[in-house]
Structure formats: structure tokens, C-alpha cells
């Protein structure tokens, strides 16, 4: 006669389908990211704004201990907003600084800015953050 603690035990149905799911969402969060941001560096869409100043900002944010900073080039434009670049597609291949004074040569010219297709809210007021631009 078995002994019936030797059985193996079957899992639930609704534990079973609880697993399914979460291992499915996280091979989609996996895979998915870095193809959603492949898509949107191949498919910029471009915006004609007006410049009004440009510089190079340093931000630095953090709580309890843990601090983050970064560089970014702000750019305040008539027309978009500002709008933040912390991450340069082609054509730039520049510094931030070298951007900067590239685009205060060209104040109260309209250039194209380029943005990625869409974009999450982010957690700046009326803020875009862009891709870089093209005069």
C-alpha cells in the first residue's frame, strides 16, 4: 500500500494560471522595452520650433541617501516648450556645450527638433524631452 503523503500534489488551477501570467508579463516587460525604444529611435518625428536659448543642465536628484545626477541639454524654444536632450541620436555626435553654442548661433531661427514617436507624461511641467535637432 502507497503512502499517501508520497503522491506528488497537483498545484492549483488558479495558482497555475497566476504563474503562467506573471511569467508571460515579465518576458513581454523583458523583450519589450528595449524594442520599444529601438522603435522610437527609428521613428522620430520632427518639430519646427523657434530657439530662444540653450545650455547645458546639470541635474541632480535624490532621498535617503542615494543621490543621481545626470547632464542634459535644455533647450527653451518658442513653439515646443522647453525641451530636454539627454540622449542624442545622429546626427549629433557633439558634447552638450558644443550643441549649446551651435544652437545660440541660430536664437530666433526656426530649426527642426527631433522627438521620439511618443512619449510618456514626464515629471517636468510642459516639458518634452528630445532626441536633438537638425538645422
Do not use: W
Amino acid at each position: 500500500m502507497k503512502n499517501e503523503s508520497q503522491k506528488p500534489r497537483k498545484m492549483p488551477k488558479g495558482k497555475l494560471v497566476v504563474s503562467i501570467v506573471t511569467l508571460l508579463a515579465g518576458a513581454l516587460l523583458f523583450i519589450g522595452y528595449p524594442l520599444m525604444n529601438k522603435y522610437r529611435e527609428a521613428n522620430p518625428i520632427d518639430k519646427q520650433c523657434i530657439i530662444e536659448s540653450a545650455e547645458v543642465f546639470n541635474s541632480s536628484s535624490g532621498t535617503g541617501g542615494i543621490a543621481t545626477s545626470g547632464t542634459e541639454l535644455k533647450i527653451n524654444t518658442d513653439g515646443c516648450g522647453t525641451v530636454y536632450v539627454d540622449h542624442a541620436i545622429a546626427p549629433q555626435k557633439k558634447s552638450y556645450q558644443d550643441m549649446a553654442d551651435e544652437l545660440n548661433q541660430h536664437q530666433g531661427q526656426k530649426i527642426t527638433l527631433i522627438f521620439p514617436p511618443f512619449q510618456l507624461p514626464g515629471t517636468r511641467d510642459s516639458v518634452l524631452t528630445g532626441y536633438g535637432y537638425r538645422l
